[in-house]
């Protein structure tokens, strides 16, 4: 069992930044396609970007140009830079890890995101 845990949430002024992270257990995190997707209240959980274990990355609209997704195999990590934060941006932000030899998937238990004055 593979375990995701998320941190670097919290509460953010418009136009703020904050960096998540994702750290998972296992060593063949290299291996792994990870995702961020984010749930506000009221609505459905949606992708927020994604990165192969090539390192290809998409992001949703909603966020290209101010949210980048990267990854350090060497410390099992996935990053989520956030900047220029939206009150929209608010939602509890949850770190998915897929397997690329396998259809099952990971969720860590999230991390919220609060953007307000």
């Known amino acids: 069992q593979v375990q995701l845990v998320e941190s670097g949430g919290g509460l953010v002024q418009p136009g703020g930044s904050l960096r998540l992270s994702c750290a998972a257990s296992t060593s063949t995190f290299s291996l792994y396609t990870m995702g961020w997707y984010r749930q506000a209240p009221g609505k459905q959980r949606e992708l927020v970007a994604r990165i192969t274990n090539n390192g290809s990355t998409n992001y949703a609209d909603s966020v290209k140009g101010r949210f980048t997704i990267y990854r350090d195999n060497a410390k099992n990590t996935v990053y989520l830079q956030m900047n220029s934060l939206k009150p929209e941006d608010t939602a509890v932000y949850y770190c998915?890890?897929?397997?690329?030899?396998?259809?099952?998937?990971?969720w860590g238990q999230g991390t919220q995101v609060t953007v307000s004055s």
């Open positions: 998915k890890g897929q397997p690329v030899f396998a259809k099952y998937e990971y």
